[in-house]
């Protein structure tokens, strides 16, 4: 036995999809903006989970430019069959659904196989016992009445052409009268019956996880009378998880069920953390889904019939001697071919100063990690002669308009650390002082909803920047989006291109 707490993976990890090879889970989720996309996990008890690589890590898979921080890639599934694995995606903003291949979960992925057919979003794939392959996805209702009004719809798919063939079937529209946002529909089979189930009510306070069941692939498929199977939508604004739904079912090797979905936690009522992948048991009841049963939410801890398998989880330091990144360090968008250098000066990482800033849809130098805990210490060590304008430092990011930036800069008065809050776009200095190193050591702090700032210059004595801030503007329900927040080093010349550098010794997140 296993105990597991809830989220299994915290921080921004949204729309989480799983399926099993063997003992092994494997598990992947959106990453939007992100580069690179698509993290792939893989665990033996569903509690401890490793990063073994990203699917979408090059540019020809990915392309990102233009791309909103809540474009890019949405809701990723993942699936095996016969030998090959299967990611099928939604790039929002270049050319909609596709799907990638490899031979082993690590990768290499293929290049995209384009579905040109298959409209709409949150594709998922259903591979049946006569190897017969099924597309279902999210799209509009053709004679929609209302802003959400879609339906959840099945095809069948050629893997030689990777086309759409055959007849396509409107499996349901949700459980509600009148639904919004039927999305991210998977199917299942067991026991004789085709069970499509997918997410409604949108991706916030209403959102819930729905089933419908059929003999036929498609239908009609009867919805179940006691739907929806899992939801928080009834908790009331002071349930500490909220927005649960969004759900993929996997079974392990001793035939016991569970589903993994996402949920945003709450801390003094904003979700800073994003979309985060919690997990609940599932059993079978007259061959309908019962998620915790007995409980009918998803619990804080809990425990599986399985044995535990202890992974490497991710680092909360970072040292630049390898000649990569590691798997867990996210960009914007896709990076300059010279954005970053990690051989330019041994046990540093470069970042270039470049022109565009973190506030265009564009990219720009900024590499991070997934905020993960709501009370962490960021800090970095940087090197960094700053020319007018230009800054480098640590960035709190939500998203383009919400951000915090503990930066080194360089202003008509000279030299100096400076705290800026951007919100709705807008840039605020809230706090500075005067400085002048050649190696600044800078540290955020946040507990609950409340940063705190911090400076050593040429490794004397720290000091604390006179400014207390309240986080609550770098959340879901401040700033919008279906992001998590992000944090990492960030060097831009905001305009102007001097070709300047700044180096980072190491970076921590504890």
């Not at 998620?291 to 425990?303: A, I």
Request: glycine fraction near 10%.
């Amino acid at each position: 036995m296993v105990q597991y707490k809830n989220p299994i993976l915290p921080g921004f990890h949204p729309d989480p999809s799983i399926m099993r090879v063997g003992d092994t889970f494997y598990l992947v989720n959106s990453t939007f903006a992100y580069f690179p996309g698509v993290p792939i996990y893989k665990s033996k008890d569903l509690v401890n989970w490793t990063q073994i690589g990203n699917v979408l890590d090059r540019e020809d898979n990915l392309p990102l430019e233009g791309a909103r921080h809540s474009g890019g890639i949405y809701a990723p599934t993942i699936r095996y069959h016969a030998g090959t694995y299967y990611m099928i995606t939604t790039n929002i903003e270049h050319g909609g659904n596709f799907v990638v291949t490899a031979d082993k979960p690590e990768g290499p992925w293929s290049e995209p196989h384009c579905l040109a057919e298959a409209y709409g979003i949150d594709p998922s794939l259903f591979f049946d016992d006569d190897g017969k392959c099924y597309y279902c996805g999210t799209k509009a209702d053709p004679n929609e009445r209302y802003y959400g009004d879609n339906v959840i719809y099945i095809r069948e798919l050629d893997l030689n052409t990777f086309t759409l063939v055959g007849p396509e079937a409107v499996a349901w529209k949700g459980a509600l009268r009148e639904a919004v946002w039927p999305e991210g529909p998977h199917i299942y089979k067991r026991n004789g019956y085709y069970y499509v189930m997918n997410a409604e009510g949108g991706t916030s306070v209403d959102h819930a996880v729905v089933v419908a069941r059929s003999k036929n692939i498609f239908g009609p498929y009867e919805g179940y009378r006691s739907n929806p199977v899992m939801t928080h939508r009834h908790m009331g604004a002071a349930c500490p998880v909220s927005a649960v739904g969004h759900a993929d079912l996997v079974d392990d090797q001793n035939g016991n069920w569970y589903a993994v979905m996402l949920g945003m936690r709450q801390i003094e009522g904003c979700s800073n953390l994003g979309r985060e992948t919690f997990l609940a048991r599932v059993t079978w009841e007259n061959d309908w889904p019962v998620f915790n049963p007995g409980e009918g939410r998803l619990l804080e801890t809990g425990t599986l019939p399985l044995e535990e398998c202890r992974e490497f989880g991710p680092a909360t330091s970072y040292h630049f001697y390898e000649n990569k990144l590691p798997y867990e360090m996210l960009m914007l968008r896709n990076p300059e071919p010279d954005m970053y250098s990690l051989s330019e000066r041994y046990g540093w990482i470069r970042l270039a100063v470049a022109k565009n800033s973190i506030h265009e849809q564009k990219s720009c130098s900024y590499i991070g990690v997934r905020q993960c805990s709501m009370d962490f210490t960021a800090e970095t060590m940087l090197a960094f002669a700053p020319e007018m304008g230009e800054e480098a430092g640590i960035v709190l990011l939500q998203s383009n308009e919400a951000n915090l930036r503990l930066v080194y800069t360089r202003t008509g008065d000279g030299t100096e650390i400076r705290v800026i809050c951007c919100e709705q776009g807008m840039d605020k200095v809230v706090c500075s002082m005067p400085a002048k190193a050649e190696r600044i050591k800078l540290r955020i702090c946040e507990h609950g909803q409340e940063i705190r700032c911090f400076v050593a210059f040429n490794e004397q004595g720290e000091q604390e920047l006179p400014c207390k801030i309240a986080a609550h503007f770098l959340s879901t329900e401040r700033a919008g989006g279906f992001v998590g927040n992000t944090i990492g080093m960030y060097a831009s010349g905001n305009g102007s291109d001097r070709g300047g550098k700044a180096y980072f010794a190491w970076f921590s997140v504890q």
